[in-house]
């Protein structure tokens, strides 16, 4: 089966020495993963991220590169390259993280 690379954003909750800023709820992340499907590459990701001393609580699959497309996507040049070099590497990409923080607490 030939591996393709699937768009994942993972939801992160705390946990300790996880590197989020001190007063985070948890974080989003935006990662790109390798698998023959997208199952595979969600198990992937949340090995690595649970490596990473990161506590993933959910993960949303965006498809691959012609899914999204085919969807009508508009797929930026940076962001195809990110996933390229996850094919190529057999790697999981973090693209992005936002933390994301009670802002009811602030009141």
């Known amino acids: 089966m030939v591996q393709q690379v699937y768009t994942l954003v993972v939801e992160v909750g705390r946990r300790a020495g996880d590197g989020l ?9 935006i990662c790109y993963a390798g698998g023959v499907d997208e199952a595979e590459a969600v198990r992937e990701t949340v090995a690595i ?9 959910e993960v949303t699959g ?7 497309l085919a969807a009508g996507e508009e797929v930026p040049e940076e962001e195809r390259a990110l996933m390229a070099r996850a094919l190529a590497e057999n790697a999981v990409i973090v ?3 936002t933390p994301f923080y009670d802002e009811s607490a602030e009141a």
Request: charged share 20%; glycine share 10%.
């Open 21 to 29: 800023p001190e007063a985070a709820t948890g974080a989003g992340l």
């Open 95 to 97: 693209a992005e993280m």
């Open 49 to 57: 991220l649970r490596q990473a001393d990161l506590a993933p609580l």
């Open 62 to 68: 965006h498809g691959t590169l012609p899914e999204r």
